[in-house]
């Protein structure tokens, strides 16, 4: 059985177009990983990221030093969104910006969002969101006497359309859900879902951080309003890297965020009295931009437009395909249940694996060098980044996974 299988992963590896990226990131087969995945919690360093920063820091800033905002840095935010729209959101130019963490861009799109719609007291949410969304649409709801209408999501699938259309009504001010479920994996279906909530008049805003650099979006196309999403994940930018919004182009006029700082000031040096927002989306800005933090961007973007979504989202599925097959294969004898979808069209870039009693099997795992992730109660989260992750990578870690259940 398990020689089919590693049979089977090598000729899925001699296969993929893709397989030759892994070698452009940073010690694939070095220190002690035998099998990395949790690509979708922190992607692994590309060589070029290592490279950059090097030169970066060795050229500009020691360089240029304060001279280097005129030259460009000012414009990275917007410059980078604009090709993170197009390489990975399916946005034109002008409506992204890279800046502060997804936290810190819920809070202020969602903040300017309800403003938007004066009169409408609540907010849509749904239980199995993350924790950061859920918290902040709380702390909102607080501070603009909003109530807050939970859909109850099945962990083991994630939001639908029909919940949506039970939910929101003419007091609906905005909805917020996940593209791709952080724990199962299921994948939204956000133009349906966003048609419903627009039905009712509400903003609908989405949450990328699963989804992007992994699952093909298209935002323009899908009539969005807000988005927000981390570059750490999927886009491989590092621990603490920041985070990117999206505003449509036809909202950002009349978008107030609440967070009126310099950056994102008309005039950001002029200094003057009284905060005028900048044109388009600089006035999602806030403070002084990350700039030394978005210099891995720069490489990953290469990355991510030479490769393209489109095959990035084909090797994904294979490779979550391959370990729903090893899961049954080698875990099932051992009572683990798959918790997420396994129709491919539901599903989003990784795949979660229960049974009670996981938590004491991280340890382990680790001492072997198999990363997985580990989400409360019992759940693994295998997420095997398409670019960076191989067959028998997948292959190597659930093999391990088996000998510890065994024994
Ligand atoms: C990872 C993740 C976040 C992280 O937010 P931070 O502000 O970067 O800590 C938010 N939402 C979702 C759905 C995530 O998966």
């Given at each position: 059985?398990?020689?089919?299988l590693i049979a089977?992963?090598?000729a899925?590896d001699?296969?993929d177009?893709?397989?030759?990226?892994?070698?452009?990131f940073?010690a694939?087969d070095d220190?002690?990983v035998v099998s990395?995945l949790?690509?979708?919690s922190?992607g692994?360093?590309l060589?070029?990221t290592?490279?950059?920063?090097?030169?970066f820091i060795?050229?500009q800033?020691a360089g240029?030093?304060i001279?280097?905002w005129?030259?460009e840095w000012?414009?990275?935010p917007?410059?980078l969104?604009?090709r993170?729209?197009r390489v990975a959101?399916?946005?034109?130019?002008?409506?992204?910006v890279i800046?502060?963490?997804?936290?810190?861009?819920?809070?202020?799109?969602?903040?300017a969002?309800?403003a938007?719609r004066?009169?409408?007291?609540?907010?849509?949410?749904d239980?199995?969101?993350?924790?950061t969304d859920?918290y902040?649409?709380?702390?909102?709801?607080a501070?603009?006497?909003?109530?807050?209408?939970?859909i109850?999501?099945?962990?083991?699938?994630?939001?639908?359309a029909?919940?949506?259309?039970a939910?929101v009504g003419e007091?609906t001010?905005l909805v917020l859900?996940?593209?791709?479920?952080y724990?199962?994996?299921?994948l939204?279906?956000?133009?349906?879902?966003?048609?419903i909530?627009?039905s009712v008049g509400?903003?609908?805003?989405w949450?990328?951080c699963?989804s992007v650099?992994s699952v093909?979006?298209?935002?323009?196309?899908w009539d969005?309003?807000?988005?927000v999403?981390?570059?750490?994940?999927?886009?491989n930018?590092?621990?603490?890297?920041?985070a990117?919004?999206?505003?449509?182009k036809?909202?950002l006029p009349?978008?107030?965020?609440p967070?009126?700082g310099?950056?994102?000031?008309?005039?950001?040096f002029?200094m003057?009295p009284g905060?005028e927002p900048?044109?388009?989306s600089?006035a999602?800005l806030s403070g002084?931009p990350?700039?030394l933090?978005?210099?891995?961007?720069?490489?990953?973007?290469?990355?991510l437009e030479?490769?393209?979504?489109g095959?990035?989202r084909?090797?994904?599925?294979?490779l979550?395909?391959?370990?729903?097959?090893l899961?049954?294969?080698l875990l099932a004898?051992?009572?683990?249940e798959v918790?997420g979808?396994r129709?491919?069209e539901?599903?989003g870039?990784?795949?979660?694996?229960?049974k009670?009693?996981f938590?004491?099997?991280?340890?382990p795992?680790?001492?072997?060098?198999v990363?997985?992730?580990y989400?409360?109660?019992?759940?693994?989260?295998i997420?095997?980044a398409?670019?960076?992750?191989?067959?028998?990578e997948v292959?190597?870690?659930?093999?391990?996974?088996?000998s510890?259940l065994?024994?």
């Open positions: 059985m398990s020689d089919d089977r992963a090598a899925l001699a296969a177009p893709l397989a030759g990226y892994r070698e452009q940073l694939p220190f002690d990395y949790d690509g979708n922190l692994r360093p060589k070029a290592a490279e950059l920063m090097e030169r060795r050229e800033w240029r030093l001279r280097g005129t030259d000012m414009e990275w917007l410059r969104g604009d993170l729209g959101l399916g946005a034109a130019a002008g409506q992204t800046a502060d963490s997804t936290t810190v861009l819920i809070y202020k799109l969602a903040r969002a309800v938007l004066p009169g409408r007291t609540q907010i849509v949410l239980t199995d969101n993350f924790p859920r902040v649409l709380e702390g909102i709801a501070e603009r006497d909003l109530e807050l209408v939970w109850e999501t099945d962990p083991v699938t994630g939001i639908h029909e919940q949506v259309a939910a007091e001010a859900f996940s593209h791709v479920a724990r199962s994996g299921w939204a279906d956000v133009p349906e879902i966003t048609r909530a627009h509400a903003l609908a805003m949450d990328l699963h650099g093909p979006i298209y935002l323009d196309k969005v309003d807000l988005a999403g981390c570059t750490y994940k999927y886009l930018g590092g621990p603490g890297a920041p990117f919004a999206y505003a449509r036809d909202l009349s978008l107030r965020q967070i009126q310099w950056m994102g000031h008309r005039a950001s002029e003057g905060y900048a044109e388009g600089r999602l002084t990350a700039i933090a978005m210099v891995p961007l720069h490489a990953n973007l290469d990355m030479a490769a393209g979504i095959p990035v084909e090797k994904s599925l294979l979550t395909g391959y370990a729903l097959d899961a049954d294969e004898p051992y009572e683990v918790a979808p129709d491919p539901k599903r870039g990784h795949v979660t694996l229960r009670p009693g938590e004491k099997l991280l340890e795992l680790w001492d072997n060098g990363i997985p992730d989400r409360r109660p019992d759940g693994l989260r997420g095997p398409p670019l960076s992750t191989s067959f028998g292959y190597r870690g659930l093999a391990v996974l088996r510890l065994s024994s």
